[in-house]
Structure formats: C-alpha cells, structure tokens
C-alpha cells in the first residue's frame, strides 16, 4: 500500500524513492512484523488463556512431562504470527503483484484449516480436531488452487515446467501434471512443518531460517541480472515475495520471544499448517521445489520419521523410533527440550546454507 501511495512522490529522486526498492520495502515488513508481535502478543496470550481455560490438550502417549510442564498452555498463537504478517505485508509488498497475493491465499488458506483444527480440539478438549482426511483434503484443495495460480503467473517457457537445481539447463514438461505436483508440495511443505511443531521454539526458528533462504532467492530469480549471473531461471514478479519473507521473519521473531522455552503460547495447527504452506507455495512460484527438500531438510526428515514408524508399525507390529515424530524420539532417549531444540536449528540453518549454495553451484 505503501507503494503505491508513495512512490508517486518519488519523482525526481528523494526520500520516497526508496519505496521502489524491493530491500528496503522489505526492512520495513521485518521491523513492521517485529514490533507487532511484541505488542500484541500480551493481550493476545492473555485473550487465549481466558477462552481457552484448560489450554492445548497435551496427548497421553507422548513424553511424560509434557504432561506435566506444558498442560495449561494456550495454543493458536499462530494468530499473533499471521496478524503481523498480513498488516506488514499489505503495508509495504506491491498490491499488483499477483505471486504476493498467490502466497497470502495459500498461507490464510491454511491458517483457517488448522484454526478450526484448534478450536476443536480446545472445545472438546481432545488431541485429535478436524478429522485427518478432512484437514488433508482440504490442504490438496488450497494446494491446486495455488498450483494453477503460479502456472497463470510463470511466463510460459517455465510454466508446468520442473527446474532442477545445479543443473542450469534441464527443466522437465510436466505440463499439467504440474498441477498435482504442486499441489502435494505445498500440503506436503504445510503437513511437514505441522509435524515438526512438537517442542517450544521447535518449528519457528526453521521457518524462519527457510523463509530467509527463500527470500533470498525469490529475490534472485526475480532479478534478470542476478539470474544471468547464476544462470538461473528468470521468474518475473517473485522478488516481490521476499517482502511476504521479511515479514514472516518478524512476525516469527516476534512470536518466539512468547515461545521461547518454557512456552507462554502454542502456535497450533494456525500457525504450523499456515507457515508450511507459505514455504511450499514460495518454492512452487520460484521454480525451487528440489530446493525446498534441501532447505527444509529438516521438515522432511520430521514428515519421513512418521510415514516410516506408522508403515514399519503397520507390517511388523514394531516400531522403528522410540516415538515419532523424530523430535520425541530423542526426548525418550533423555535428551533435554532445549539440546534438541537448539541442534535442530543448527541443522536447519546448514541446510538452508547448502540450499543457497545450489544457486551458484551450475
């Protein structure tokens, strides 16, 4: 909004000329986001603690002190997160950018899935809300939507098109098999992060270092000077993402100075399911979907411990991890909240390093 009420000013040079620049616009989204998490976090926290009353129901079969340490805890805090990210991306991203608009849908479209998830399992006070096939059908839904919309975006020699990173010039037709690939990237990238959500602090911090590897290079690859180059493909428009990212990184910086161990506030299904299907749908709209796996290595490995313990379970009646997902496997092997916490963010800011890496490695 910011844009377009300014820049009109710009003529000639001066201060509001500074509204063209996508880095600027984006600092601003960052400190935006930031201040908004810090102030409305309070009321916030203390609204969800009145309605809530009991807090997230905490499941019997996991850790045993999750029942004790974190039963009372409010949850849906990832409203507080996409308040901030809504109000700072609308302030300062262009409104006639269409992958902005792409991202936001598929970001609420998200939230509001795993909102109704929390309020259902906060009212009932039961650890299971929106029935699993219901809540994924409706992730698919969102997902092919938002499929279709970048292949509208993408100019038509990337369109339906498979880039693969390190190789510069292979790039897979797949037509409109894009579609459903898409489509199960971002619910993948959404279900992922959901399952990664199990300890305080846990999914925030490499949300947030993902979202800043992803900004990065949709602000790259909207560039055509950057892209010629790393001899990358050019994806007009997607710089403007890099001003969603910064305010995803405030708001979530924001967030976690509530989530910090011991956890005032859950994010929840609106937060988890929301910011997955961010990065999911930034990495549809850039042409990095191989990317995203490396980035997000970590969400990926969260996502395969489940599939692998239910599947093992299933055949031999044996389980694979002391529990999954992997993060309670090693609570149950006596390492502490925090060790866990802090060597998963280490990981995932060397993945996210090792995914930046790909866009000059040709």
């Known amino acids: 909004m910011l844009h377009l009420l300014l820049t009109p000013l710009s003529q000639g040079g001066g201060f509001f000329n500074l509204f063209n620049y996508i880095t600027f616009r984006a600092g ?17 926290i203390a ?3 009145r309605t809530q ?7 019997s079969d996991g850790p045993e002190a999750h029942l004790a340490l974190k039963a009372g805890t409010p949850t849906m805090g990832g409203v507080l997160i996409l308040g901030a990210v809504l109000v700072s991306t609308l302030l300062w ?46 992730g698919l839904a969102v997902g092919l939507v938002a499929a279709w919309w970048a292949m509208q975006l993408q100019p038509a020699g990337l369109s339906g098109m498979l880039a693969f990173p390190v190789l510069k010039d292979l790039l897979l037709d797949l037509s409109w098999g894009f579609l459903p690939f898409g489509m199960l990237v971002i619910a993948g990238a959404a279900n992922a992060v959901n399952l990664t959500d199990g300890l305080d602090g846990l999914a925030i911090m490499p949300v947030m270092i993902a979202a800043g590897t992803l900004g990065a290079i949709a602000y790259a690859v909207g560039r055509v000077d950057f892209t010629e180059y790393l001899e990358v493909h050019y994806v007009p428009g997607t710089g403007e993402i890099a001003v969603f990212c910064a305010a995803l990184i405030g708001g979530g910086l924001g967030f976690l100075w509530y989530n910090a161990p011991p956890a005032a506030v859950f994010m929840g299904d609106t937060g988890s399911l929301a910011l997955g299907g961010a990065l999911g749908a930034i990495a549809v709209a850039t042409k990095h979907e191989i990317v995203l796996a490396i980035v997000g290595g970590l969400f990926v490995v969260e996502a395969l411990s489940v599939i692998i313990q239910v599947l093992w379970y299933k055949r031999t009646g044996r389980r694979v991890f002391l529990m999954a997902p992997i993060h309670h496997h090693f609570e149950k092997l006596g390492w502490s909240e925090p ?8 990981i995932s800011l060397i993945l996210a390093m090792i995914g930046l890496a790909t866009l000059k490695i040709r």
């Open 28 to 44: 601003g989204a960052f400190l935006t986001a930031l201040v908004l998490g810090f102030l409305l976090g309070p009321p916030l």
């Open 47 to 49: 609204f969800l603690r």
């Open 53 to 59: 009353k009991r807090g997230q129901p905490i499941r």
């Open 93 to 138: 991203a262009r409104w006639d950018n269409g992958y902005v608009w792409m991202v936001l849908f598929v970001t609420f479209g998200f939230g509001a899935i795993g909102l109704a998830d929390d309020w259902m399992k906060v009212t009932r006070f039961n650890p299971r809300g929106v029935p699993g096939r219901i809540r994924f059908g409706l």
């Open 339 to 346: 060790t866990i916490v802090i060597r998963f963010w280490i």
